[in-house]
């Protein structure tokens, strides 16, 4: 059979030269936050860790092309210049049988914006203060630095001011789980939006 618009020997149809110059494949308008104090992203309105190992998914997900083409492997190389990522894809894929290669330049834009726990903490906004009563002295393994705002050491042990209440009870939950006596008590705050609002204090002592 013969490619009816190039007159080229080919199975069915167009061949995959004409079919791809009416058919390209391309690559969505992405354009991502990201958090110059933490090196976070943001990607389907989540907040993420490690752009590099993300690059293939948001490739993948991204790609336009016919439904008649089946994408079988992506390599790509990626250079970060100033607000964008420059990309080289080499994608191997298949239209109706037969696998071919194609090449696709693209780029990805970059928007300084600080995450919300960045943010708050930077503000010193906080939800809840963690009063650690114990002879352990929490470390970052303990206490995520990207949730505290502030550390006071005071009598007995340190209050860490955190800026997410539902961390700060995951991490008192950790705390309960390894034996250690956890309680929690309210405190309001003042009124949002015509709501109360609360802080909690969250104690966590030795057994």
Known sequence: MLCPKCGKETSRGLCIDCF?????????????????????FMYRSKWNENLDRFLERIIRENL????????????????????????DINLTAEYRGEKFETMLNSSIKLEKRQCRDCSRRSSGYYEAILQFRIKEIPTEKDVDPRYVSKVEKVKGGFDFYITSLRYARQTAAHYSGRGYKTGESPKQAGVRKGRRFYRFSISIKEP
């Not at 058919?23 to 110059?36: A, D, V």
């Not at 336009?64 to 990309?87: G, L, T, Y």
């Open 20 to 40: 791809l110059e009416d058919n390209q494949i391309g690559l969505r308008s992405i354009k991502l936050k990201t958090c110059p104090s933490c090196n976070r």
């Open 64 to 87: 336009v092309h016919h439904p008649d083409i089946k994408i079988r492997a992506i390599e790509f190389e990626s250079e970060e210049k100033r607000n964008r990522i420059e990309i």
